[in-house]
């Protein structure tokens, strides 16, 4: 029976953090290999227009952007495996990774899995989601509702910095949260509630997302917990902020994962973890800054340094 072949470096997502890892490795002639999920692309191919990445002036589809990525990475001769992979093996060298009936090993990894946001499930969300009116990104999605109003939903810092970085562009933002007080930080709470342009709705959930027929947001109905009330906002962009979830999968353990379940990158790096020669890059590491051109640079610092740990390992 032949053994299976071991790859210099096989990468496991295909976002903008593992497209960028497989662009600087496969120049670097690593040959190699990138197993796509269920999602190829990740995140920003539901994102109809990218306007802060460097280099598009006008402006990109974000389906258009991953491929090109995707190409440039395929012309220096990445190659495209879609698969799923179910388990790991990292105790020993080559590393193994178990994708339904197919064992793959590598040299050096790099987990660019992203993370996927955590969604109401209301009616409308879905069929909404990406370009339509509701999206989970404030600094992706903000300049494109200028003197709109546009509510937030959540009660964490994320969802308070979401609705102040949402003030630089709408009329009004309708914070909604499922209590009477934020659980935010106080410093974050008190900018948001004290804010004129905010408006706090509170002990309220949202019951159904609007404009399904019309193929955009007109509006988001909610209902009062203690009145049982309902009542529809007018907005034209909801934006869902009750946290993230990454995707760790089979991978944690053996990798440290912080109290969030992201990856615990190793004091002095960004990319590098508790096991040699497998990093990780992106938004299965990164939950602050979330963003396509952050995720990119980890793609670089993950695959510039499995290039150098290969080179010292040789053999």
């Given at each position: 029976m032949t053994s299976p072949t071991v790859e210099n470096v096989v990468i496991i997502g295909t976002g903008c953090a593992g497209l960028t890892a497989a662009i600087y490795t496969a120049r670097a002639s690593l040959n190699p290999l990138?197993?796509?999920?269920?999602?190829?692309?990740?995140?920003?191919?539901?994102?109809?227009?990218?306007?802060?990445?460097?280099?598009?002036?006008?402006?990109?589809?974000?389906?258009?952007?991953?491929?090109?990525?995707?190409?440039?990475?395929?012309?220096?001769?990445?190659?495209?495996?879609?698969?799923?992979?179910?388990?790991?093996?990292?105790?020993?060298?080559?590393?193994?990774?178990?994708?339904?009936?197919?064992?793959?090993?590598?040299?050096?990894?790099?987990?660019?899995?992203?993370?996927?946001?955590?969604?109401?499930?209301?009616?409308?969300?879905?069929?909404?989601?990406?370009?339509?009116?509701?999206?989970?990104?404030?600094?992706?999605?903000?300049?494109?509702?200028?003197?709109?109003?546009?509510?937030?939903?959540?009660?964490?810092?994320?969802?308070?910095?979401?609705?102040?970085?949402?003030?630089?562009?709408?009329?009004?933002?309708?914070?909604?949260?499922?209590?009477?007080?934020?659980?935010?930080s106080k410093i974050m709470s008190d900018r948001a509630t004290s804010h004129e342009k905010i408006q706090m709705v509170w002990d309220t959930v949202p019951v159904e997302v609007q404009g399904v027929a019309e193929g955009a947001v007109t509006g988001l109905k909610l209902k009062n917990l203690k009145t049982n009330a309902e009542s529809v906002l007018p907005v034209k962009g909801i934006f869902v902020a009750i946290g993230h979830v990454p995707n760790t999968g089979p991978f944690a353990p053996p990798l440290d994962v912080d109290e969030g379940g992201y990856f615990k990158p190793q004091p002095g790096s960004q990319v590098r973890t508790n096991i040699p020669g497998v990093y990780v890059a992106g938004d299965c590491s990164d939950h602050i800054f979330r963003q396509a051109i952050t995720a990119a640079g980890m793609g670089c610092q993950a695959a510039i340094e499995a290039e150098r740990w290969l080179a010292e390992h040789e053999g």
């Open positions: 990138v197993i796509e999920g269920p999602l190829p692309g990740g995140q920003l191919t539901t994102t109809s227009e990218v306007e802060n990445f460097p280099g598009f002036p006008h402006g990109v589809d974000g389906y258009q952007l991953t491929q090109n990525m995707r190409e440039q990475a395929t012309r220096f001769g990445t190659r495209f495996e879609q698969a799923l992979v179910d388990q790991v093996d990292f105790t020993s060298m080559p590393r193994k990774l178990v994708c339904g009936d197919r064992v793959i090993l590598a040299r050096s990894v790099i987990i660019a899995t992203g993370a996927s946001p955590r969604m109401t499930g209301v009616p409308g969300e879905k069929e909404l989601y990406g370009g339509k009116g509701v999206t989970t990104c404030a600094t992706c999605d903000g300049a494109f509702y200028r003197k709109m109003e546009v509510a937030v939903i959540g009660g964490g810092d994320s969802a308070a910095e979401e609705a102040l970085f949402l003030t630089r562009f709408a009329s009004k933002v309708y914070l909604i949260h499922r209590r009477d007080s934020l659980r935010a």
